[in-house]
């Protein structure tokens, strides 16, 4: 099987799903040291590559409790698709646990 099952509407290149699966299994093996590493770099090449934003907000969030710096990264998202549903509640969620001295 060739390609992604699901639309690429962002136009990746195959290198960057491959790259974007390989950090998602490094996520699921918990292996988060790699990959911060593998997506950080992805994000320098592609700053605005909606898929590594919220990838990297949702490991930031879910698995480092990192609230801040997901919230940063979902705002990212926000800034390149503000209409992005899932990346706003997402951002809303986390901002609840932020406090402001």
Not at 33 to 39: C, D, I, P, R, W
Request: charged share 30%; proline share 4%; glycine share 2%.
């Amino acid at each position: 099987m060739s390609g992604p099952a699901w639309e690429n509407v962002y136009r990746l290149s195959e290198d960057q799903i491959s790259s974007l699966n390989q950090a998602e299994d490094y996520i699921d093996m918990m292996d988060l040291s790699k990959a911060e590493l593998l997506l950080l770099e992805m994000n320098e090449a592609h700053p605005k590559c909606v898929p590594v934003l919220n990838v990297l907000a949702h490991m930031y969030g879910r698995h480092l409790s990192d609230f801040e710096t997901a919230v940063e990264y979902y705002s990212k998202v926000l800034e390149i698709e503000p209409d992005n549903a899932w990346a706003r509640d997402e951002r809303r969620k986390y901002s609840r646990y932020l406090t402001y001295d």
